[in-house]
């Protein structure tokens, strides 16, 4: 099947494209948001091709992740959409501005999200997220803590980024993401958008990962945090309460109780592996890339054998 989308998330566009699809990205002159193409820090398979969009005609099905996309797809082709972000303003009364559609189905990324926006009559589903095996193993060899998030000085109190100096006194903070160099503060340290294969590694140095995005659908990079094996301390909120179950990481939103127990993991390396080996569990069997990349085939199966 040929797939069109447009490189737009990075983790969730390298674990889609591992299927068995040919995947189709439109690319242009600039590499802009429009036409990013291949991804640089990322590894994806020779069955994904860049092309102008204009090149692209025989697509049997458009990866819609935008509004502003719609009016790209050439005509004819049947359209997912997928709803990576929790709604915003008037939450929950939040409508989707493809709500009451009857030409396209919405796909979340989350049960979270799929029950706070209001979609109407428009056909909705879920399709949970899928990761790669990041390839290494938390070692947590480095006394500190590790954050990945993007934009953390513009997004602010979304991000979490006013606890952050919660933490420093527990233990050197180190966040990893794009956008990230504007950050100071006392024990803080950046690491601005490095590959996904050396930030994997660095923060499997780290002792413990910290996920503090007030409102979020799903960090990829929590998962991914477990999958290596990473003690996790989160908050409680949006969908982070499914995906880390009471025996696979502290949850909370009382700050301070988060607080402690970095500090408790930190101090008590046995409790930590124990932790960080249930996380990891967890992630590989909850949100694996092969039952991820299943679900998708089934959905696409589905949408194009309609529309024929």
């Not at 933490?167 to 966040?175: G, I, M, R």
């Not at 504007?182 to 499997?204: F, K």
């Not at 990962?209 to 301390?233: K, Q």
């Not at 009471?246 to 949850?251: R, S, T």
């Amino acid at each position: 099947m040929n797939v069109l989308l447009w490189h737009v998330h990075g983790s969730w566009t390298t674990a889609f494209v591992q299927g068995k699809h040919r995947y189709l990205i439109p690319v242009n002159a600039a590499r802009d948001e429009w036409g990013r193409g291949r991804a640089q820090t990322y590894d994806w398979p020779p069955t994904v091709e860049e092309k102008p969009l204009g090149a692209i005609r025989d697509a049997d099905v458009a990866i819609v992740q935008r509004v502003e996309e719609l009016g790209l797809v050439p005509p004819g082709i049947p359209i997912v959409y997928v709803e990576h972000n929790t709604p915003k303003g008037d939450v929950p009364n939040t409508r989707h501005p493809l709500a009451d559609r009857d030409d396209v189905l919405i796909v979340h990324v989350t049960h979270f999200n799929q029950l706070f926006w209001d979609c109407g009559s428009t056909r909705t589903t879920v399709v949970e997220h899928g990761i790669a095996d990041p390839g290494v193993r938390w070692s947590g060899e480095l006394r500190r803590l590790a954050v990945v998030t993007n934009d953390p000085v513009r997004r602010g109190r979304v991000t979490g980024t006013d606890l952050y100096e919660r933490f420093t006194p527990v233990a050197p903070l180190d966040v990893f993401g794009m956008g990230v160099a504007g950050l100071s503060g006392d024990r803080i340290t950046t690491h601005d958008d490095p590959p996904q294969r050396a930030m994997h590694a660095e923060l499997a140095r780290r002792g413990v990962y910290l996920h503090l995005t007030r409102w979020t659908s799903l960090g990829l990079s929590l998962i991914e945090a477990m999958r290596m094996g990473m003690p996790v301390v989160a908050l409680a909120t949006t969908e982070a309460i499914e995906a880390v179950p009471p025996d696979a990481g502290v949850l909370s939103t009382d700050v301070s109780v988060l607080v402690e127990a970095a500090r408790r993991l930190l101090d008590e390396p046995d409790a930590a592996k124990s932790l960080g080996e249930r996380a990891r569990q967890v992630a590989r069997t909850r949100y694996g890339l092969d039952r991820f990349l299943a679900d998708w085939d089934r959905l696409l199966e589905e949408e194009t054998c309609g529309s024929r």
